[in-house]
Nanobody, 121 residues
Framework: VQLQASGGGLVQAGGSPRLSCAFG???????MGWFRQAPGKEREFVAG????????SYADSVKGRFTISRDRAKSIVALQMNSLKPEDTAIYYC????????????????WGQGTLVTVSS
């Protein structure tokens, strides 16, 4: 499965970019997620969504600001990011989960290439 992420770039604090990841039809029955890795830090979970979009989960640091969604017909998972902060600066990765229901750092089947989001203050 090739996971193609897009939508990163330089954003001002408070901005609202939207990341997208095309995951292909072979991942339509898997949970999908977004992770991020800031300079000098480990990769961390950001948000996850079940195969049918019925269950979503978020890291505490982004809860209320980020929204994950998926369009099964288009095989796209998106991450709407609002009220960005400089500490949100990171490379964002989309990922395919091992199961249908949830995804976490230890339950990733495959990773996409990252897209860099830089938040300026």
């Amino acid at each position: 499965v090739q996971l193609q992420a897009s939508g990163g770039g330089l954003v001002q604090a408070g901005g609202s970019p939207r990341l997208s990841c095309a995951f292909g039809r072979t991942a339509s029955n898997n949970a999908m997620g977004w992770f991020r890795q800031a300079p000098g830090k480990e990769r961390e979970f950001v948000a996850g969504i079940s195969w049918n979009g019925g269950s979503k989960s978020y890291a505490d640091s982004v809860k209320g600001r980020f929204t994950i969604s998926r369009d099964r017909a288009k095989s796209i998972v998106a991450l709407q990011m609002n009220s960005l902060k400089p500490e949100d600066t990171a490379i964002y990765y989309c990922a395919k989960g091992l199961s249908a229901g949830a995804i976490g750092r230890d339950t990733v089947r495959s990773w996409g290439q990252g897209t860099l989001v830089t938040v300026s203050s």
